[in-house]
């Protein structure tokens, strides 16, 4: 159990209209105290939880600030402790002075998470929630803040709890049936046993299964967009991004680097990368942006290849499709505001997907969003009930399906109850593990690691 009192600024550092810097311990009202003087004269200690009490802050006699101090006693708040907020105005200065005074009169420094470390530590929350609070702050778009949002819930807590509990009723009566066999113990019912290992493979398979949806709504699908120099690819950058992030101009190679931003198309994440285009050159430096350009493709998991709609297909052309074979492709027929020329036929036969648009008039792009949608997924399907959200997560449930296979192979093969068990009891380990019922400092540490300090 933690005993010091931390302390940390709340908020993103620079200007704002507030600022607010978290105090949490046992000691935290009292430190609070010390500093703040309501205009009321109510000290906090006599503040009952969830009052505020409007203010200043004083450094001896000198007034720092004019602030709220909200007030949350153990053990309703956050972290389980005794909890003061302090909302002073927002800026670098006032904020850090206020954080100074705190941690001189009584406080320590928080660590990265600490706050929410200390929630689950005093079991307002297990690991999974925890996990999912640094993925509602990460959340780059809407379904990822609400898949978020529902695991912060519980949703995944509580489909791992309803395999839990029918597994431990079953090991509590295989262990005692084993142990006792003299005493009035009733048997063993094996459907029931049967059908709780079933229950419990179903609902974890498909846990593992959806992991890769989860993984695409909380990191983006990894994007390139190719083709050849001109035909419109920073364009369609610009566009996606929303402001001019690659410079446009009619001049062949003009984007010799990789040039990466993150966009949020309708409930899908797209980590993109605009390359260089690809063709022939005896240009050093654009030759380089062009081989890694190709050496994007294979590695990416959707493809962008872009194509310009005004000329006629030619070798560079059909290089860049025979390349987009046994990958997620979608052929983006750019300018189709001008004269038609390219070859549509030979591309649908070639790439399944094929949009036709003009990103300068922004026409036909809707699709790119709908299409994007249907080939990962995301389209129509509701992931609030509960996914497996990180890759800790992801390999204590895949051990855990591994050891109910076991025992269900244990039972086919004739195997005493007591091989049964070893299994099932295995299972409950690595779901212990995943909730962080049963997990190590070590694992607990790394977790937290990744918090941004005050949350």
């Known amino acids: 159990m933690e005993t010091e009192t931390i302390a940390a600024i709340a908020t993103a550092r620079g200007q704002g209209g507030i600022g607010v810097i978290r ?17 009321l004269n109510k000290k906090l200690k006599d503040t009952p939880g969830y009052t505020a009490r409007y203010g200043r802050i004083f450094d001896k006699n000198e007034c720092i600030d004019e602030v709220v101090a909200l007030v949350f006693r153990a053990p309703h708040s956050y972290t389980g402790e005794n909890v003061v907020e302090i909302s002073c105005h927002g800026g670098v200065f006032v904020t850090e002075q206020v954080l100074k005074l705190v941690i001189d009169n009584g406080a320590i420094p928080a660590g990265p998470g600490e706050f929410t470390k200390r929630a689950f530590l005093n079991g307002k929350m297990d690991l999974t929630q925890a996990e999912a609070v640094m993925d509602i702050i990460g959340a780059k778009g809407k379904e990822a803040a609400r898949v978020a949002i529902s695991l912060r819930d519980g949703a995944l807590s509580q489909k791992i709890n309803k395999i839990k509990k029918e597994l431990i009723a079953q090991a509590a009566h295989l262990a005692a049936f084993a142990d006792y066999p003299e005493d009035d113990i009733p048997q063993v019912e094996m459907d029931e046993l049967i059908n709780t290992l079933n229950l419990s493979e179903k609902i974890l398979t498909e846990l593992i299964c959806e992991y890769g949806n989860g993984k695409i709504i909380r990191d983006g699908i990894d994007t390139v967009i190719v083709g050849k120099p001109n035909v419109g690819k920073s364009t369609l950058m610009n566009f996606l991004s929303g402001f001019e992030r690659c410079i446009v101009t009619d001049i062949p190679g003009t984007t010799r680097d990789i040039i990466e931003e993150t966009v949020s198309i309708g409930n899908v994440i797209l980590k993109i990368s605009d390359t260089a285009g690809i063709r022939e050159t005896s240009d050093p430096v654009e030759s380089i942006g062009v081989e890694m350009a190709k050496n994007k493709i294979s590695g990416a998991q959707l493809v962008l290849a872009v194509f310009d709609a005004s000329k006629n297909l030619d070798q560079e052309d059909i290089s860049i499709i025979e390349n987009l074979k046994d990958t997620n492709a979608i052929a983006i027929v750019n300018k189709m505001d001008l004269e038609t020329k390219i070859d549509c036929k030979y591309i649908e036969e070639n790439i399944k997907k094929v949009i036709y648009c003009s990103a300068i008039s922004r026409k036909g792009l809707n699709e790119l969003e709908k299409t994007i949608s249907e080939m990962f997924y995301t389209s129509g399907s509701d992931f609030t009930d509960g996914i497996l959200y990180n890759s800790r997560q992801y390999a204590a449930a895949k051990m855990a399906l591994e050891c109910i296979v076991e ?49």
Do not use: P, Q, W
């Open 23 to 39: 105090i949490s311990g046992e000691d935290s009202i009292e430190i609070a105290d010390k500093i703040f003087v309501s205009y």
């Open 407 to 455: 025992a269900k192979n244990a039972i086919d093969i004739g195997m005493t109850l007591d091989a049964v068990d070893v299994s099932i009891e295995s299972a409950i380990e690595e779901l212990l593990k995943l909730t962080g019922e049963r997990v190590t400092e070590k694992v607990t540490n790394e977790v937290f690691s990744h918090f941004c300090v005050g949350k």
